[in-house]
């Protein structure tokens, strides 16, 4: 054979050995899993291990406390704010007539830390359990609330504003009633509560010190969903009804009736007001009410989500729903094939939910599932959801920076978003309560102990935002490698027959 015949085909064989070579290298590219154990940590890969700052105990624990409940803590400008609510009862005090039952009572606790060390700067006691909280202009904006009624009369309540650095108080509003929700917009407290005579009602205070501005009696003992401030009024509904109230007067803007109580909170966008029932998910003129329209996805609502024209919503029990904002037309549905109580979360174009122990990702484009990790839990997990957030408790899982933490019994798991697979595992010796995320840091208790977490930032390839499973690049990596290689071939046939004409 001419010397020619044989530099073509070496020239194929080595640019196709290169190709082979390339193809293997991307179609399988490494992933971390949890082969190795270290201190209680499960990761393959030392540079994901977490470590423990710092742990901080609480003091106001007694022989008489039956349980005690800690919130997502707040992180603020170098500073962690860590509260619980302590469930105790006094010996020998008189049970409650027919059910001889002990009476029941709350002491709700702010702790402010230095977020780096652990380190105590200043706390704060108050009657009630702490529902609200939140550090806004170098001011601590929360609520204590005790649930107990006696007679019609409630045990009362309070709101609070304390220095954020010194937790010196600024001022504080009394409340005849129980607080379920609050909401701070434009420098104006928005407080629904249950009160005593068992009528419901909200109140509008004036942050900077705490003047109460207008009160509007809502209903005889009505329960409020959590509402959409804006637009110049407050939108929430209760059984049966839908209401708008003046956000400045509080006076009624109008009111519809609705099928069944609202659930979950309400959503504001573009003047229109978009809200779920126990069945049927609405679309309202935020201006009077009118109906824009209504759909009904089935059972136990949940929230609704609306991004880019889209609402989502779980329904059914099983199923998630994309419909379209502007006319209520389905988009797509995702089914579950088994109960799904979670609610959903939106981030970075891919939804969120659990049903049952399993954790899943959606492209919200078509629904198409992403990915799926079993937990091997007993129940949903409720993914940032902030609608738990006014009975002072915290979120089972949430997603930052590209991570989800879950916790289950004592161990704390950290997937990763892009994919769903398994970044490392926390374990530890004892049941342990998840709270949150925050600046690479992630709180979680064991009773009256609250544990600092340095959790190692995740760092994904710049890439589109929506996410595409690991098996369609696969496929996509494959089908382009064969096609380049099929091209190779062509050409050092080509070649080949060039040559050899070129010979003769």
């Known amino acids: 054979m001419h010397k020619s015949c044989v530099l073509a085909g070496v020239i194929c064989a080595v640019m196709f050995s290169s190709l082979l070579f390339a193809s293997f290298a991307c179609a399988d590219s490494p992933t971390v899993g949890s082969d190795a154990s270290d201190n209680g940590v499960e990761t393959s890969n030392p540079a994901l291990s977490p470590t423990e700052l710092w742990n901080f105990t609480a003091a106001n624990i007694t022989a008489h406390t039956i349980s005690l409940d800690w919130g997502s803590p707040v992180v603020a400008n170098g500073i962690a704010y860590l509260r619980n609510t302590e469930t105790y009862i006094i010996p020998d005090e008189p049970h409650i007539y027919l059910f001889d039952i002990p009476v029941q009572h709350m002491l709700g606790t702010i702790y402010a830390l230095n977020a780096s060390s652990g380190a105590k700067l200043w706390n704060l006691t108050a009657s009630g359990s702490l529902r609200s909280l939140a550090i806004i202009d170098g001011v601590v904006y929360m609520s204590a609330s005790d649930s107990r009624f006696t007679d019609g009369q409630s045990a009362g309540g309070n709101f609070y504003a304390l220095g954020a650095v010194t937790g010196a108080q600024k001022w504080v509003y009394n409340i005849d009633g129980d607080i379920w929700w609050s909401s701070i917009v434009d420098g104006v407290i928005y407080v629904f509560v249950q009160g005593s005579g068992f009528n419901s009602y909200i109140c509008a205070v004036k942050a900077a010190n705490g003047e109460e501005l207008w009160k509007w009696k809502a209903d005889y003992y009505t329960s409020l969903s959590l509402p959409a401030v804006g637009d110049g009024a407050i939108y929430f509904g209760t059984y049966?009804?839908?209401?708008?109230?003046?956000?400045?007067?509080?006076?009624?803007?109008?009111?519809?009736?609705?099928?069944?109580?609202?659930?979950?909170?309400?959503?504001?966008?573009?003047?229109?007001?978009?809200?779920?029932?126990?069945?049927?998910?609405?679309?309202?003129?935020?201006q009077n009410g009118d109906k824009l329209w209504s759909c009904t996805p089935g059972f136990a609502v949940s929230s609704c989500i609306v991004d880019g024209g889209i609402v989502y919503v779980s329904g059914d029990y099983h199923n998630v729903y994309a419909?379209?904002?502007?006319?209520?037309?389905?988009?797509?549905?995702?089914?579950?094939?088994?109960?799904?109580?979670?609610?959903?979360?939106?981030?970075?174009?891919v939804i969120y939910f659990s049903s049952n122990g399993t954790l899943s990702a959606l492209n919200a484009a078509n629904g198409m599932q992403l990915w799926s990790y079993n937990t091997d839990g007993n129940g949903p997990f409720t993914i940032n959801d902030v609608s738990l957030s006014y009975y002072g408790y915290s979120t089972d899982a949430t997603i930052n920076?590209?991570?989800?933490?879950?916790?289950?019994?004592?161990?704390?798991?950290?997937?990763?978003?892009?994919?769903?697979?398994?970044?490392?595992?926390?374990?530890?010796?004892?049941?342990?309560?998840?709270?949150?995320?925050?600046?690479?840091?992630?709180f979680f208790a064991a009773f009256n102990t609250v544990y600092a977490l340095s959790v190692p930032a995740v760092v994904h390839p710049s890439s589109s935002s929506t996410a595409v499973p690991s098996g369609a690049i696969a496929a996509t990596v494959t089908i382009a490698t064969v096609a380049v290689i099929v091209a190779v071939i062509i050409v050092g046939i080509g070649l080949l027959v060039y040559f050899r004409k070129r010979n003769n």
């Not at 956000?247 to 229109?272: C, F, H, K, M, P």
């Open 240 to 286: 049966n009804y839908y209401y708008a109230v003046s956000s400045r007067n509080g006076t009624l803007l109008w009111y519809v009736a609705i099928d069944g109580s609202v659930s979950g909170s309400s959503t504001l966008v573009d003047g229109i007001v978009y809200f779920s029932s126990d069945t049927t998910t609405y679309a309202l003129n935020a």
């Open 323 to 349: 419909f379209d904002a502007s006319n209520g037309k389905k988009v797509w549905n995702y089914s579950a094939n088994e109960m799904t109580f979670s609610s959903l979360s939106l981030i970075d174009n």
């Open 401 to 442: 920076d590209g991570v989800l933490y879950y916790y289950s019994g004592k161990t704390l798991y950290a997937l990763d978003t892009s994919n769903g697979n398994s970044l490392w595992n926390y374990t530890t010796a004892s049941n342990r309560s998840f709270l949150t995320v925050a600046n690479n840091t992630a």
